[in-house]
């Protein structure tokens, strides 16, 4: 179990060529503005979370759950029109549990001897902005860099790098990295479990798929060690992306 407040005195900031990425505490605008784009995707757009009636300083709806204590929360931004481009949470162990239980089948026992409450955080609610996606031809491709996916360059000319999606899952990395958390469990649907695993994330299925959720999604598990494992042998340029300490800063 940990302390939310003790560990959010070492916030965790990263900047890519395009977005940058922060941790955002309760109680500041940024936070704010983060439920705020939770309300937009989960309640508005997918209609996949009950909204809670609950509004922001600035009278806006926000999307919040009785999970968000028990977590930390990044949000992406666009650096050169500093607009929100996407945002994940982390759920940590806590006496609350985590999001999925209640929700899915998780099979036991888990792949991983050593997974337990204690080390298995969730990454829940992460979404990329509607703008920020790629357009209708390029479905069934992880989101790249959306400076050159709407500037009309030809295809050869476009970054391959998806940065916004890896930055988000740099910040989920480095964050359990720091507290000791060895896996996270997170329900996808097969598709984009499929585009991670192509990218050499080792999310491992650990459950049936729940034909009750639109998509339908199942629950992975990904470890810390057998990332770095599979990146280390297929993708040693995307591990250093991961590991990188460029740009970490410790927020006042």
Known sequence: MYDIEADQEQELNMETSYFSFEEVLPGTADYERYLEARYEIFCEELGRVEPPNAISSKGKPIETD????YSRHFLAMHKPTQTVAGFVRVILPSSLGLNVTPRYVIDRPLPYPDASESNIGEISRMAIAPHFRRRHADQ????????????????GARRHQPELVLGMYREVYQLCRSLGIDYCVAAMDSHFSRLLVALGFPFVPVGPVNEGVRPPRRVFLISAREMERSLGEREAKLLSFMQASEG????S
């Open 248 to 251: 970490l800063q410790t927020a």
């Open 66 to 69: 009785q999970y968000d204590p």
């Open 140 to 155: 069934g491709k992880i989101q790249g860099s959306p400076e050159e996916e709407m500037s009309g360059k030809q295809e």
